[in-house]
């Protein structure tokens, strides 16, 4: 089958379909999976959360460990998906360790702003489930294609920008607040939520075919990393509308 979420490549469904597990994939499997992961996230976010608001103890150090530590977990999982069952979970538990910090920051700066966008996250979550359920957006190849080249597209952007801070410059419309910002902001919001689709239709597929079940976890981490992606970027576009 050919794998659909962008972090997922040929070589990584070869690697899924050489695995060994008793079992195979299904829908429910991965929701369950999808849920442990969100439980997790949240147990974490809620002690960085905890721990700012406790102004006797930073959170910058946890944030770090946080987002470097996911990252490397997230490599482990791509690369190694039989070791999802594992490094998913651990996953989990890192993002929600920088998760709670930034929210809890923002929070301080725009009251109730993380409220909001955990909201309208879990509501684009339903709608483009809608979507996806009922047909209304079928993912052919092309829509496949053109959200996969506009995900790097904003990959690569988010790549040169970060290249450019490390010489003291960075594009003013990564941060600033202009109608082009917010312009910025609500497009890459829209391609998070389209990745969405992407997500559903390998669950389906993968399940479809008899994926080994460890692909369940795989399932689940590539839906929990678009919603982390999807709730960074709201998180973004809010705060700049605050401004």
């Not at 809620?46 to 460990?65: K, P």
Request: without cysteine; positive net charge; aromatic residues 14%.
């Amino acid at each position: 089958m050919k794998t659909n979420n962008p972090v997922f490549n040929k070589r990584f469904a070869e690697m899924a379909h050489a695995g060994t597990s008793t079992g195979t994939m299904s829908i429910m499997g991965t929701v369950d999976k999808a849920a442990i992961l969100f439980f997790m996230v949240m147990i974490s976010a809620t002690y960085t959360w905890n721990r700012f608001l406790d102004q006797s103890a930073g959170v910058s150090g946890l944030m770090m460990l946080g987002l470097v530590g996911g990252f490397i977990f997230a490599l482990a999982t791509i690369f190694k998906p039989q070791w999802a069952p594992v490094t998913a979970p651990i996953y989990a538990l890192l993002e929600g360790l920088f998760l709670g910090g930034i929210s809890a920051s923002l929070n301080y700066a725009y009251p109730g702003l993380p409220f909001q966008a955990v909201g309208l996250t879990l509501a684009v979550l339903i709608v483009m489930l809608g979507l996806y359920r009922f047909r209304i957006i079928r993912v052919t190849d092309k829509l496949r294609s053109g959200i996969i080249s506009a995900t790097l597209g904003v990959f690569l952007f988010y790549m040169v920008n970060m290249v450019m801070g490390f010489f003291g410059s960075q594009m003013s419309v990564m941060t600033d607040s202009s109608f082009l910002g917010i312009g910025l902001s609500l497009v890459i919001v829209g391609i998070a939520a389209f990745n969405l689709l992407l997500d559903f239709d390998f669950i389906e597929k993968a399940s479809a075919q008899g994926y080994p079940k460890y692909m369940n976890w795989v399932g689940a981490f590539g839906l929990m990393v678009t919603l982390v992606w999807l709730y960074l970027e709201i998180l973004r576009l809010l705060s700049r509308l605050r401004d």
